[in-house]
């Protein structure tokens, strides 16, 4: 009864192993009634090659495997709950729409007041940069020419009020993805893409502000990295952990801003940093200078940092509602989650002030560029990940289990967990799912053993002692 129990467990839990074991069981039949110690002789044979093979590694746990990879090949498909077939879209229209939220986030990312902040900042530097001209006469003069163009730019009618402007090119914009949320055809969709060229934007564009400030910025840097040794940068990293009994995902963006060897960090901005994740997102936003503790990032634009540490770190943490695809592949009963992890991609910078070592009361703005984030470690509950798509490490600790990447790969990351019950998610379903759900010798050659004991085990009924007449 007990081995009847371990083969119907097994085959409830994937019926191609039901079916492997009946399949075995055929055959060791019909070699018994040719021989009639067939089964006893199957079942040595296979004791000694588990034994053998175990000395040799054969049956070592097999490679990770997709859920939806089962024993026979053609069985590949899986039933999704929340899957439905997609209808074909232009590639056109998507390539025209991506280039729409790429202009409306390039365009609005900063406000008009943000925009004249920091060209005022670097109009007042190339006032006070005298005292280094004898160190750096270049890059003092291209730090007051750019200061110039950027003056005459805001000077000039059109950019005297940068929010109006703002405001302009924004409804613009939003003008263009109506009129591609109701094309039907490739010119209406050519149409839209010559609208959206820098020529026939020009009117409401903010693009020459930018492009003057960015002239201004590496200038700016020129100087800095001269008479600094570096400019400061920053690494971007990102950690997830699913809660599953919430069905919520917590984000934990690290932003490392890392100054050069004769820069001090004087202030950050803070826009980018709570801009990050989604928007609207609810979260915390905390900072370390200087090897210092952890704090809570005081309100307000500016982060101060007393005293001017070289580097600091500011970690923006925030919660997002998790929607698993239900998986159940063919002939198996129990049903999968998978889990998909897509890091944001958006680029954005940070205006820093910054001070050089021995030359007190000349502050510096530098617009620092801050990375899209790099995935380095995904959190699942306990004996809960069963697969991930890419090459990665997977450890335990006292909060579950946790997958790092072997490399760096672009595009979401995609996970496949065990169901949430205490029947599955165990040290002991952890240590057999690998041979349960994916094709390896060793589960083959305990299928057969298994049918060669169930044969050994059943007794012939005695033939009854004919009547004495």
């Given amino acids: 009864m007990a081995l009847l129990g371990l083969v119907l467990t097994a085959s409830a839990l994937d019926l191609a192993l039901g079916v492997l074991w009946v399949a075995a069981l055929v055959a060791v039949l019909l070699l018994r009634r040719r021989v009639s110690l067939a089964a006893l002789l199957v079942l040595l044979a296979t004791a000694g090659l588990l034994v053998w093979g175990g000395r040799l590694g054969w049956f070592a746990p097999p490679a990770p495997v997709s859920y939806n990879r089962g024993w026979i090949p053609a069985w590949i498909g899986s039933r999704s709950t929340f899957s439905a077939a997609g209808t074909a879209v232009n590639p056109d229209l998507l390539a025209a729409r991506a280039r729409v939220t790429a202009l409306a986030r390039e365009e609005l990312r900063l406000t008009g007041s943000e925009l004249e902040q920091r060209a005022g900042a670097v109009i007042a530097l190339a006032r006070r940069l005298d005292p280094l001209r004898g160190d750096a006469p270049r890059e003092v003069a291209a730090v007051e020419g750019a200061a110039r163009r950027l003056a005459r730019t805001l000077a000039a009618t059109e950019f005297r009020d940068l929010e109006a402007r703002r405001t302009a090119v924004s409804a613009y914009l939003a003008e263009l993805g109506r009129r591609l949320g109701s094309a039907r055809d490739g010119s209406e969709v050519a149409a839209v893409l010559r609208a959206a060229d820098p020529a026939a934007m020009a009117h409401v564009s903010l693009r020459p502000v930018r492009d003057d400030l960015a002239a ?11 008479l600094g040794g570096g400019v400061p940068t920053a690494a971007t990293t990102a950690t997830v952990r699913y809660q599953d009994d919430r069905k919520a995902v917590r ?22 940093f709570r801009g990050s994740g989604p928007s609207g997102a609810p979260g915390s936003l905390a900072f370390a200078a ?18 001017a540490p070289r580097g600091v770190t ?72 069963y697969f991930a798509d890419r090459p990665g490490t997977v450890t335990s600790d006292s909060e ?43 589960t083959v050659v305990v299928a057969v053993g298994l049918a060669a004991l169930t044969l050994a085990l059943a007794r012939r009924p005695r033939p009854t002692d004919a009547p004495v007449r």
């Fill in 400 to 442: 579950g289990e946790s997958w790092e990447p072997a490399g760096e790969e672009a595009g979401p990351l995609r996970l496949e967990l065990v169901p949430r019950s205490l029947l599955v998610r165990n040290a002991a379903f952890a240590w057999v799912r690998g041979y349960l759900y994916r094709p390896n010798p060793g």
């Fill in 290 to 307: 200087g090897g210092e503790a952890a704090r809570p990032v005081p309100p307000g634009p500016w982060l101060e940092l007393e005293p």
């Fill in 251 to 272: 984000w934990e963006a690290r932003y490392a801003v890392a100054g050069a060897p004769g820069v001090r960090l004087l202030r950050v901005e803070i826009r980018a």
């Fill in 314 to 385: 500011i970690t923006r943490a925030w919660d997002e509602p998790a929607a698993p695809r239900l998986v159940r592949p063919a002939l198996r009963s129990l049903v999968f989650e998978r889990l998909e992890v897509a890091v944001p991609a958006d680029v954005d910078d940070a205006l820093i002030t910054i001070a050089l070592d021995g030359r007190p009361g000349i502050e510096m703005p530098l617009a620092v560029r801050l990375p899209p984030p790099r995935l380095v470690r995904v959190g699942v509950p306990r004996h809960a990940l």
């Fill in 216 to 226: 201004a910025d590496a200038a700016v840097e020129g100087l800095v990295r001269l």
